[in-house]
């Protein structure tokens, strides 16, 4: 308890003193003086966040800071990722170290409450479960009775664990690492029987095993994970920004605006289109942005569903299905608000 006490506080501490340096400008403002974003990644996660041998940034969520960029300077390249552990994340957001945080971090009461954070939007929604070896003769977490289990340290994974262990009245061993790396090395080399975290994570991580067709994800999925981009509470138009982007790349899908199109689509005379595109109206002045941000965005990045699918959906190694990510019209929960 003294431990997470320190952290908080020192959390806090970082918020103020940041706060005291930045009152008299604004998130925006000091991007657009420094030239780039500065954008808090995981260290590597396949299909969310990771970099090639060239220091090359790819990603479900390194597309969202591109998109900030771009909606800021229409260029997907002026940003900078800084590759952040579970435990570092939220300090160096608080601290100033990085403008937004975008690397699947859960939003909760207490992040939201206590660490002077605001999560402006959820662009995936995802559940913890567990990944074993075939060999292991279970097909439902609930077998896993007196199992050992790699965990990530300083997570609400390891919280959930816990909580799912005793609500089930079952014994389990936690086996916790620092880094998701270290969590998954360890199950991979057999020090443990399940690893578990995020399902979008699993996926991700199964693709590292030396035999991935030797692995399975089981089917219970036992916590809620809304995840979504991360930024200081107190600066509502950075908020905004963020915000708008997410609903601008669901707009899009919705109403078939994609890369290949967007062009075509200034034409169209469907007013939420021409809205979303600048054609009409200055919602991007509104944010602090230039009018046609919602195109520059889809044209240089595609909508909600590309962006989805070529870096984790079905077209993607990991193969993830939309499931609880179709937008709203097809079953799911994104619902992007109307540009109006």
Not at 73 to 84: G, H, K, Q
Not at 165 to 187: C, G, K, L
Request: proline share 4%; net charge negative.
């Amino acid at each position: 308890m003294k431990k997470v006490i320190t952290t908080v506080a020192a959390g806090l501490a970082a918020t103020v003193a940041f706060a005291g340096v930045a009152a008299a400008q604004t998130t925006l403002e000091r991007v657009q003086q420094r030239g780039e974003l500065i954008c808090g990644s995981n260290p590597g996660l396949a299909g969310f966040g990771v970099p090639d041998a060239q220091g090359n940034w790819t990603g479900f969520d390194v597309d969202y800071c591109r998109a900030v960029a771009v909606a800021i300077f229409n260029d997907p390249n002026a940003v900078s990722f800084v590759p952040l552990s579970a435990k570092d994340r939220f300090t160096a957001l608080q601290a100033g170290e990085v403008d937004i945080l975008v690397r699947n971090s859960t939003s909760t009461a207490s992040r939201d409450t206590s660490l002077g954070l605001d999560f402006p939007a959820i662009n995936f929604y995802d559940g913890q479960g567990f990944l074993v070896r075939n060999d292991l003769g279970v097909a439902s977490a609930k077998e896993l009775n007196g199992a050992s289990v790699c965990v990530q340290q300083g997570t609400t994974t390891e919280l959930n664990l816990a909580d799912f262990f005793r609500s089930n009245n079952m014994t389990y061993e936690p086996v916790a690492f620092a880094t998701s790396a270290e969590t998954f090395e360890a199950y991979a080399n057999g020090r443990c029987d399940a690893f578990t975290t995020d399902a979008s994570g699993l996926y991700a991580e199964r693709l590292r095993a030396p035999n991935p067709d030797e692995h399975m994800v089981l089917p219970e999925i036992i916590s809620k994970e809304p995840l979504g981009p991360v930024v200081r509470h107190g600066d509502n138009q950075w908020a905004d920004i963020a915000r708008w982007v997410h609903f601008l790349l669901l707009n899009a899908e919705e109403h078939g605006v994609t890369s290949a199109n967007v062009d075509q689509m200034l034409q169209s005379d469907d007013p939420n289109i021409r809205r979303m595109l600048g054609v009409e109206g200055t919602f991007g002045e509104m944010l602090g942005v230039s009018n046609d941000w919602g195109a520059n965005i889809i044209r240089t990045l595609g909508n909600y569903g590309e962006i989805f699918e070529r870096n984790i959906g079905m077209e993607s190694p990991l193969r993830i299905q939309r499931g609880l990510n179709a937008l709203w019209t097809d079953g799911g929960l994104q619902y992007g608000h109307p540009i109006r």
